[in-house]
Nanobody
């Protein structure tokens, strides 16, 4: 079992930055691929970024490529999402997800564990 707790969301003006954190419980964090997803108002949950177990590979959605950076610290059981140049359309609840799989995935249903989400609101 892996429990995930996100933090770092909030209200920011367009062009600003936020860093989300996701703290994982348990001793198996380094065995997990980690992902960030988001769900905006009236929208389906969508992939944002994912990182391999060792951090050696990262994948990004086209909408955030070049603006967002995913990273992880296995010693701290934490994954981060640095978000720069934020836009109003980035407004969403951001979820952290984990799965004990070999390769990164951009598909929500391939992740077994989810956090409760953290709200990010970008004002224009």
């Amino acid at each position: 079992q892996v429990q995930l707790v996100e933090s770092g969301g909030g209200l920011v003006q367009a062009g600003g930055s936020l860093r989300l954190s996701c703290a994982a419980s348990g001793r198996t964090f380094s065995d997990c691929v980690m992902g960030w997803f988001r769900q905006g108002p009236g929208k389906e949950r969508e992939f944002v970024a994912a990182i391999a177990r060792t951090g050696g590979r990262t994948v990004y959605a086209d909408l955030v490529k070049g603006r967002f950076t995913i990273s992880r610290d296995n010693a701290k059981n934490t994954v981060y999402l640095q978000m720069n140049s934020l836009k109003p359309e980035d407004t969403a609840v951001y979820y952290c997800a984990a799965d004990r799989r070999v390769g990164v995935s951009i598909t929500p249903y391939e992740y077994a564990y989810w956090g409760q989400g953290t709200q990010v609101t970008v004002s224009s």
